[in-house]
T-cell receptor
């Protein structure tokens, strides 16, 4: 069974500083990895995904994430944080579609990290 | 693209009443998911449909919960009878085939009193 760990419940960062939200995963075979953002009282919005290729993935709103296979990590980053980035961030993993085991379609989410950007 | 559309956005109901949540997936998407979000348990997959057929309902908490997908553009999640512990945000999500990005609706915020 796959799993995702987001070790920090909350991350605080000053506006203009770089931010990192951490994620590690466990999955059979090669992973498909995703980041979603949830603003208060809203649904989850897709930010970016890693499927294959370049380990550095660029997404919406200036966010990027780095896939590290040896460390089974997929940390979310942004060079300069904005107050409007304050939200709940979810990392998610699913097996590569070539994997036909149980739950092969299932996207498993971490518990989320609350990002607060301080003016 | 209109996105995944859910209704109602908010529902407050009394314990024992029937609750029906509705979802219209993105046109052309053939997979549909119902998730539940609570503070205690985070995001949980309740049921997964592929081409309108329920593939995995192992996440449905108990027999009080049921879900249907009568056609490619509509799904319902029903709770009967509802209980206070069912209070949560229920998300519908869809995607086009295996491996593609899953897109979420805005959620149905359910409070059972």
């Amino acid at each position: 069974a796959q799993s995702v760990a987001q070790p920090e419940d909350q991350v605080n960062v000053a506006e203009g500083n770089p931010l990192t939200v951490k994620c590690t995963y466990s999955v059979s075979g090669n992973p498909y990895l995703f980041w979603y953002v949830q603003y208060p009282n809203r649904g989850l919005q897709f930010l970016l995904k890693y499927i294959t290729g370049d380990n550095l993935v660029k997404g919406s709103y200036g966010f990027e994430a780095e896939f590290n296979k040896s460390q089974t990590s997929f940390h979310l980053k942004k060079p300069s944080a904005l107050v409007s980035d304050s939200a709940l961030y979810f990392c998610a993993v699913r097996p590569h579609p070539s994997y036909s085991g149980a739950g092969s379609y299932q996207l498993t989410f971490g518990k989320g990290t609350k990002l607060s950007v301080i003016p | 693209d209109a996105g995944v559309i859910q209704s109602p956005r908010h529902e407050v109901t009394e314990m024992g009443q029937e609750v029906t949540l509705r979802c219209k997936p993105i046109s052309g998407h053939n997979s549909l998911f119902w998730y539940r979000q609570t503070m205690m348990r985070g995001l949980e997959l309740l049921i997964y449909f592929n081409n309108n057929v329920p593939i995995d309902d192992s996440g449905m908490p108990e027999d009080r919960f049921s879900a249907k997908m009568p056609n490619a553009s509509f799904s319902t999640l029903k709770i009967q009878p509802s209980e206070p512990r069912d209070s949560a945000v229920y998300f519908c999500a869809s995607n086009r085939g295996s491996g593609n990005t899953i897109y979420f609706g805005e959620g149905s915020w359910l409070t059972v009193v």
